[in-house]
């Protein structure tokens, strides 16, 4: 299900910088967790980053943990990913992803099937 829209992805030289975006319908965003994921060619969709229904935990895949941060702004319906000291292993394709949630749930979702709304995906490429 495609009701994401994404932004922000382009080409960088490693080392270099982006912003993806991410905004969501209004209904959609105020209760759900959000998530990154990312599918490099040939690999499988892993997710790189999370954040809960509140914004106050977040997890990160240890590849890009201290380089990545996932961020939340309820007024523009928007999650972000900045993405710092970019690498050539960066280099994939970038879903945002959404999951409804209950204010309770802690868990971490880090599977794809775990998430129901989806991006059509940004391409980053990091060159060497």
């Known amino acids: 299900q495609v009701t994401l829209v994404e932004s922000g992805g382009g080409l960088v030289q490693a080392g270099g910088s982006l912003r993806l975006a991410c905004t969501a319908p209004r209904r959609t965003f105020s209760r759900a967790a959000m998530a990154w994921f990312r599918q490099a060619p040939g690999k499988e969709r892993v997710v790189v980053g999370y954040i809960s229904r509140n914004g106050g935990t977040t997890y990160y895949a240890d590849s890009v943990k201290g380089r990545f941060t996932i961020s939340r702004d309820s007024d523009k319906n928007t999650v972000y990913l900045q993405m710092n000291k970019l690498k050539p292993e960066d280099t994939a394709v970038y879903y945002c992803?959404?999951?409804?949630?209950?204010?309770?749930?802690?868990?971490?979702?880090?599977?794809?099937?775990?998430?129901?709304?989806w991006g059509q995906g940004t391409q980053v490429t990091v060159s060497s």
């Open positions: 992803a959404a999951r409804d949630t209950i204010l309770t749930d802690i868990t971490f979702y880090s599977t794809s099937s775990d998430y129901v709304h």
